[in-house]
T-cell receptor, first 114, second 116 residues
Framework: AQTVTQSQPEMSVQEAETVTLSCTYD???????LFWYKQPPSRQMILVIR??????QNATENRFSVNFQKAAKSFSLKISDSQLGDTAMYFC???????????FGGGTRLMVKP | GAVVSQHPSWVICKSGTSVKIECRSL??????MFWYRQFPKQSLMLMAT?????????EQGVEKDKFLINHASLTLSTLTVTSAHPEDSSFYIC????????????FGPGTRLTVL
């Protein structure tokens, strides 16, 4: 089965520090999309960042950046200058072919400590 | 950005009754919507893919007669949990594909279902 794996069930970081969340995935496709979603206590899913597999440049959105290693099938999320509002569940997800469904990893619970 | 709503946000019902959950795309048309189920402290699991004007595609292990999905318009998909039982209690989330960018799903806020 083609899966998405997040090996860190829980992580914590001090406010203003940097934390990296890991994600690996499996696919035989050459073109696909990868996402990181944030789910705060409200449980609303919020898109944090997206990466197209055909793009070699790592995506960046303000304090959030990814390290996309296509050959290794790795897609980690780095959060810089962590803020209390970053406390949430983070899900890595893969989409193969536009319009198809997302496959989610098991999630990482991130706690930002003051 | 594209907005997706769900109604109700939470519902409590008695065992044996049916519950309908609505998913609406407010500012865009969505030919495809997805229904997910999320248990506490777990990830989202896809239940079915809903396409406007056609029958939904259910994931393996999901009972199509129990979880009825109707996508009657480009802005509305409904999930009806029929003859609900306590094990159906969960958080149900819908998402919709926007027409401009098919590689992004926009998520509703979710519906918490509790079956007594």
């Amino acid at each position: 089965a083609q899966t998405v794996t997040q090996s860190q069930p829980e992580m914590s970081v001090q406010e203003a520090e940097t934390v990296t969340l890991s994600c690996t995935y499996d696919t035989s496709e050459n073109n696909y999309y990868l996402f990181w979603y944030k789910q705060p206590p409200s449980r609303q899913m919020i898109l944090v960042i997206r990466q197209e597999a055909y793009k070699q440049q790592n995506a960046t959105e303000n304090r959030f950046s990814v390290n996309f290693q296509k050959a290794a099938k790795s897609f980690s999320l780095k959060i810089s200058d962590s803020q209390l509002g970053d406390t949430a569940m983070y899900f890595c997800a893969r989409l193969i072919n536009a319009g198809n469904m997302l496959t989610f990893g098991g999630g990482t619970r991130l706690m930002v400590k003051p | 950005g594209a907005v997706v709503s769900q109604h109700p946000s939470w519902v409590i019902c008695k065992s044996g009754t049916s519950v309908k959950i609505e998913c609406r795309s407010l500012d865009f048309q969505a030919t495809t919507m997805f229904w997910y189920r999320q248990f506490p402290k777990q990830s989202l699991m896809l239940m079915a893919t809903s396409n406007e004007g056609s029958k939904a595609t259910y994931e393996q292990g999901v009972e199509k007669d129990k979880f009825l999905i109707n996508h009657a318009s480009l802005t509305l998909s409904t999930l009806t949990v029929t003859s609900a039982h306590p094990e159906d209690s969960s958080f149900y989330i819908c998402s919709a594909l926007a027409g401009v960018s098919y590689n992004e799903q926009f998520f509703g806020p979710g519906t918490r279902l509790t079956v007594l």
